[in-house]
């Protein structure tokens, strides 16, 4: 205990300032969250027949998977919005026009990690009030699948 008391006299006011910064900068994103959520729950409160479009991708030890993009459609909430860990456009009935790119990452041979990337690729979804949607990257056939989840 001795040992740690002497390092933090020996900071200075480092001792001060990085503590400070980490508190800031936690705060911050705390509030970017809030902020980005109320607004997409704003939407959706403006927009009750709204469908939910999952963007499925996964991620674990050797590869990772991501799908990406953006929204063209101005029936949709502008941006991605996150449920949790998921990635999700929220969109009204009728054709919704998204712009999306997959990437896959694995570890490679030579290098220390190997990325391939589709796209970007414009697509048109037609979406119905009621149902929620789930939109997947097939790396075999290089196409995306857009499929009803419920």
Not at 82 to 88: A, F, L, M, P, R
Not at 141 to 146: G, L, P, R, S
């Amino acid at each position: 205990m001795d040992n740690i008391s002497q390092i933090i006299k020996n900071m200075g006011i480092m001792a001060y300032i990085i503590p400070a910064v980490l508190i800031v900068y936690v705060v911050g994103i705390v509030i970017w969250m809030k902020k980005r959520k109320q607004g997409y729950e704003k939407w959706l409160s403006d927009h009750p027949d709204a469908v939910k479009i999952y963007l499925v991708t996964s991620f674990n030890a050797f590869s990772n998977n991501s799908l990406a993009g953006r929204i063209l459609s101005s029936n949709a909430y502008p941006k991605i919005a996150y449920e949790g860990t998921k990635s999700v456009i929220y969109a009204l009935p009728g054709t919704v026009d998204v712009e999306l790119a997959y990437s896959y990452t694995r570890p490679g041979l030579v290098h220390k990690n190997v990325t391939k990337t589709w796209g970007p690729t414009k697509l048109s979804l037609e979406v119905e009030k009621g149902k929620t949607y789930e939109l997947t990257f097939d790396k075999d056939e290089e196409t995306f699948k857009f499929n009803v989840q419920r």
